[in-house]
Nanobody
């Protein structure tokens, strides 16, 4: 099983990024997917989750209205569109695969290595 994030980078406040997570080695469409982030010196924070069919999505209050999660089950790719970025969004962003769309990291079985997003 492999999850590989990409698309991170440095942007100015108010800017946008789209980060991706390419999945392989398991039946991607069978799993819910989530995005988490971890800022320096802070705990891992749940950002968003999407169910298997891509219809049901949930967001943390801190990103609601600015971030959009989506998935392409034909290509085994998860996306997170980050708009109106703020300095407090600076973190390493991780994708994860699990069941139930939980906000708890322990509910996820597989994790990527992370991609850095820096907002100045």
């Amino acid at each position: 099983v492999q999850l590989v994030e990409s698309g991170g980078g440095s942007v100015q406040a108010g800017g946008s990024l789209r980060i991706s997570c390419a999945a392989s080695g398991y039946t991607y469409s069978s799993y819910c997917m989530g995005w988490f982030r971890q800022a320096p010196g802070k705990e891992l924070e749940w950002v968003s989750s999407i169910f298997n069919d891509g219809v049901f999505k949930t967001y943390a209050d801190s990103v609601k209205g600015r971030f959009t999660i989506s998935r392409d089950n034909a290509k085994n790719i998860l996306y997170l569109q980050l708009n109106d970025l703020k300095p407090e969004d600076t973190a390493v962003y991780y994708c994860a695969a699990g069941y139930g769309g939980s906000v708890h990291p322990d509910a996820y079985n597989y994790w990527g290595q992370g991609t850095q997003v820096t907002v100045s």
